[in-house]
């Protein structure tokens, strides 16, 4: 039976028991359990959006992104989901892509702005401490919502080695060797947790990358994707960049080739 | 980089100076005069000190007119410390030396002032960056500055050596300002040297009349 109905003064209607009431309508508002749902329901968003991940490695950082395709018509490479946001930093996203992009936007100029003022490469934890500031800031005001996407940033420097830092709607930043955004975060955090990744190198790591993907990709409810697979580290010089085709081509069939030995040996099983 | 008295007048106290910057294994010395004169007749002090400390391992020298020279140094101070906090990390000297080309670059309109940025940091250990009057920036292993650095060109060019010991960097340091204030009017005083590497900084007086003499003095 559902919960009596009540209508208020301005014609909008509520369940009785729906604890959330008039807390969720702004940032600027906390529940009386001392939450901001619109941070919450920001963070839904990104658990709509297909799964993303990046891990870092000994000499490197490796991202993979799930894109799943709508329509056969779309142009093959369209709608990219990781970003280069310097030479030596990459971006990956899940949630909404126009929120992502413009987050991504802003990632670039403090990443200029630092180096025109200091000479140097920004630091990875110092961006996406500002980025995390900025994310953080549109939790404040109910003029604004939050951003609807999560990101992970990843870099490569040769005297601080491969960083890897996770930014999600609330405004704060984690720094990690492994994470996963997006629907499937839990299936693939826990393919990650199984890796030993502070001893494999970015090649070894690319195909892993290319296999949890595949893992963790629902066959029956979205039909196809396409593997976005980017890579920083010793192996490109310090520079982020989607690996090349034939790396690529090597980690797709070695994640197909996985995932059909594990059918197979379920069928044995059975 | 240094203009004579004519501009002086208009600017005020000028540093009429000499300052220099060298490396050597495992630091950094850093050195000027200590004399700042108003249109290059009048000394207005005898012992100023031109050696600004902006980090804990990062110092400026400066030239050209005090006035905007304390203004830019007191700004990229506190700039650069505020970096630091942020960064939790010591500054890199080329971070420090950034800052300063900035405003100098920014503001090179009204600013009249050249420095010299030397330190020490973990990433590139010793470094001598020289910030000229509109605001180019320069990493050497060593520079000189100042009206005096004219007269000691040809000794510091024949002279240096790369990876020199601390006592050989202290000597070439001390007898290159000794003769550039030895020929300059508007250079003078004592001879402020800092020495600065990863184990910390230390200062080094020398008064005019312990500078080392050469033939004709």
Known sequence: ?270 | MERHYMDSKIKGVSTGTTILAVTFNGGVIIGSDSRASMGGNYVCSKTINKLIQVHDRIFCCIAGSLADAQAVTKTAKFQISLHSIQMESPPLVKAAASVMKELCYNNKEELQAGFITAGWDKKKGPQVYTVALGGMLLSLPFTIGGSGSTYIYGYTDAKYKPDMSREECLQFATNALALAMGRDNVSGGVAHLVVITEGGVEHVVIPGDKLPKFHDE
């Open chain 1, 1 to 270: 039976m559902l919960p009596p109905l009540c209508f208020t003064a301005d014609f909008r209607v509520y369940h009785m028991l729906s604890s959330k009431l008039k807390y969720d309508l702004s940032a600027s508002t906390f529940s009386p359990d001392g939450r901001v749902f619109q941070v919450e329901y920001a963070m839904k968003a990104v658990e709509n959006s297909s799964t993303a991940i990046g891990i870092r490695c000994k000499d490197g950082v490796v991202f993979g992104v799930e894109k799943l395709v709508l329509s056969k018509l779309y142009e093959q490479g369209s709608n990219k989901r990781i970003f280069n946001v310097d030479r030596h930093v990459g971006m990956a996203v899940a949630g909404l892509l126009a929120d992502a992009r413009s987050l991504s936007e802003v990632a670039r100029e403090e990443a200029s702005n630092f180096r025109s003022n200091y000479g140097h490469n920004i630091p990875l934890k110092h961006l996406s401490e500002r980025v995390a500031m900025y994310v953080h800031a549109y939790t404040l005001y109910s003029a604004v919502r939050p951003f609807g996407c999560s990101f992970i940033l990843g870099s490569y420097d040769q005297d601080d080695g491969p960083q890897l830092y996770m930014v999600d709607p609330s405004g704060i930043s984690y720094g990690y060797w492994g994470c996963a955004i997006g629907k499937a975060k839990q299936a693939a955090k826990t393919e990650i947790e199984k890796l030993q990744m502070k001893d494999m190198t970015c090649r070894e790591l690319v195909k892993e990358v290319a296999k949890i993907i595949y893992i963790v990709h629902d066959e029956v409810k979205d039909k196809a994707f396409e593997l976005e697979l980017s890579w920083v580290g010793e192996v490109t010089n310090g520079k982020h960049e989607l690996v090349p085709k034939d790396v690529r081509e090597e980690a797709e069939k070695y994640a197909k080739d996985s995932l059909e030995e594990e059918d197979d040996s379920d069928e044995e099983n059975m």
